[in-house]
């Protein structure tokens, strides 16, 4: 069965950073589309960064320039660098192969003042 497994998320101040991991597998993981996505309470869900399996990558423009999504398709494992976070930032983040409707879990990340 598909297991998606999210990890590194935690409390942080405003400006800090942190990196999420997100483990794959049950698919052919290097050949799919990933995504990162999120939601905030009272919030729908939203992509916030896609990459091909070719490693070509897009960004909702809010968080442009300071978050980087990258994989390591040996590991099944899909990555995002969130640098300067803001209050706005926090949602649970969840990873998820862009076609397929497949969720896990998520992971918390909460910016505090």
């Known amino acids: 069965q598909v297991r998606i497994v999210e990890s590194g998320g935690g409390l942080v101040q405003s400006g800090e950073s942190l990196r999420l991991s997100c483990t794959v597998s049950?698919?052919?993981?290097?050949?799919?589309?990933m995504g990162w996505y999120r939601q905030a309470p009272g919030t729908q869900r939203e992509l916030v960064a896609v990459?091909?399996?070719?490693?070509?990558?897009n960004y909702t423009d809010s968080v442009k320039g300071r978050f980087t999504i990258s994989r390591n398709n040996a590991w099944n494992t899909l990555f995002l660098q969130m640098n300067s976070l803001e209050l706005e930032d926090t949602a649970v983040y969840y990873c998820?192969?862009?076609?397929?409707?497949?969720w896990g879990r998520g992971t918390q990340v909460t910016v505090s003042s």
């Open positions: 998820k192969p862009v076609s397929l409707p497949y």
């Open positions: 990459i091909t399996s070719t490693g070509n990558t």
């Open positions: 049950g698919i052919n993981f290097k050949i799919y589309q």
